[in-house]
């Protein structure tokens, strides 16, 4: 027998006991910030040099300099290709454009070719991509293992998008982030990776009426151009180019306020501090600097060096790293980050200090066959002789693009630390350096006829 005051302590530790170790109910719902989340945010056409935090003077990006403040902001990030397609691509397998096979209007990804989204599922992450590009989605066949895949080409026909601004009717990005919206409505899972596209700042250009206000300036009485040509007859008098660029400064900044629309719906979720978010660009876009408009098959600064904006866990707050990456370095720290193995992927880890020696870009599309490749401080094109009959299949007139060479090599060489505009090229007194970087991309290409595999 124990004292009553006995029993009462023994009961009451008991209980406590039972409080302390009783365990979790099975059907108890897990908190949003348990839940993992990585992120590609990829925004078409927007070079580096027309972003705040870039060191642009007009207020194109304050959401996205803000969001460069809290994570790292890499200054020497390049494309692996000058357009959409195969570009994406590459973002989305890790894998170099000559490699993946992606690389004209009328191809798609190998079926041999392994997605980053693939992979992740394998870890488990359930996998969702919207796109307001179908260059950058199933034209493509890159929806490859994706659980839900949204683009203009399947699922968004034209009486569905509502308003929209630019690039001939495609979604804006209110549409494509408020389809995101509604997904994290409905998704729950544990492991999630999302893939955004927004094509706002695409040609032809358009925005908001009160955006490009804004950029054109209420005082501007010239005539508005929407659109230019690549090569030819594009010598545009100062109010249209200024139009021009003003209205893709508009598509930039109506991006940059659908992308905080984006992290304010993940702040309201508890979502946003924990994940992993990348932001960057498929490519950027010429204005006339080198006699050249628009993208697609240059390889000058303005083309294909472009932004990369990187926070989450491993990232430090206020960090710009000035290696040279990729879009094949950020495929790569997705899988890692993820926790899954990237194989054969051609990229680097970016939470690690290791860095490449170059990037390589390529185009081969038209019967143009064009590389470039940079280094520490050297870049180095190489366009070959082009493929004639495969050239006036599609472009019709060899004049069409003056600048390609159907009988010889055509080498650039610029020094990019002294010459940052390119403007001089050095080919006929090549450093070293440069030298080896030729080498170095001649023997790339030389191999390059192997496809990926499994």
């Known amino acids: 027998m124990f004292p009553r005051s006995s029993k009462f302590i023994l009961g009451a530790c008991a209980l406590l006991l039972f409080t302390t170790v009783a365990p979790r109910p099975s059907h108890a719902k897990k908190k949003p910030k348990d839940r993992e989340l990585v992120v590609l945010f990829l925004i078409d056409a927007v070079r580096a040099d027309h972003m705040g935090s870039y060191g642009y003077e007009r207020p194109t990006t304050p959401n996205l300099d803000v969001f460069a403040s809290e994570g790292v902001r890499y200054t020497r990030m390049y494309t692996n290709a000058p357009w959409t397609r195969p570009s994406t691509v590459s973002f989305l397998t890790g894998y170099s454009a000559s490699r993946h096979r992606t690389e004209t209007g009328k191809t798609k990804l190998p079926e041999t070719v392994t997605t980053l989204a693939q992979r992740l599922k394998k870890q488990g992450y359930f996998t969702a991509g919207f796109t307001a590009n179908g260059n950058g989605g199933s034209l493509a066949g890159i929806e490859k293992g994706f659980d839900v895949f949204e683009d203009p080409s399947k699922t ?25 919206s509604r997904f994290l409505d409905r998704n729950k899972a544990d492991k999630l990776f999302l893939f955004i596209f927004l094509v706002d700042p695409h040609d032809p250009y358009g925005a908001p009426p009160e955006l490009e206000e804004m950029f054109l300036g209420k005082d501007f009485k010239g005539k508005i151009r929407r659109h230019a040509l690549w090569e030819r007859n594009n010598d545009y008098p100062p109010d249209e180019r200024f139009s021009l660029v003003a209205l893709y400064d508009a598509g930039i900044r109506y991006s940059d306020e659908n992308f905080k629309r984006f992290t ?7 979502l946003y501090d924990k994940a992993t978010i990348m932001v960057s660009a498929d490519h950027g876009e010429g204005f006339g600097e080198h006699g050249f408009y628009l993208h697609a098959h240059h390889f000058w600064e303005e083309v294909i060096h472009v932004p990369l904006l990187v ?3 491993g990232f430090s707050p206020g960090t710009v790293d000035p290696r040279l990456v990729d879009s094949l370095d950020v495929a790569v720290t997705i899988a890692e980050t993820a926790g899954v193995s990237p194989g054969d992927m051609e990229g680097y880890d970016l939470r690690k200090p290791a860095a490449r020696p170059h990037v390589i870009s390529e185009y081969n599309e038209f019967g143009i066959h064009r590389q470039a490749i940079v280094g520490p401080r050297y870049k180095v094109i190489w366009q070959r002789p082009a493929d004639e009959e495969w050239y006036l299949r599609e472009a019709k007139k060899k004049e069409f693009f003056p600048s390609v060479s159907f009988d010889k090599d055509v080498i650039h060489v610029f020094d990019l630390e002294k010459d940052p505009q390119e403007k001089h090229s050095l080919h006929a007194q090549m450093p070293p350096e440069a030298k080896a970087l030729l080498e170095t991309l001649r023997a790339f290409v030389k191999k390059s006829d192997t496809l990926a595999e499994r």
Not at 264 to 270: A, N, Y
């Open 156 to 180: 968004y026909p034209r009486k569905k998008r509502g308003k929209t601004y630019c690039c001939n009717g495609l979604p804006s990005g209110e549409f494509i982030v408020d389809r995101v």
């Open 264 to 270: 304010d719906d993940l702040k309201k979720r508890g």
């Open 311 to 313: 926070r989450g866990p």
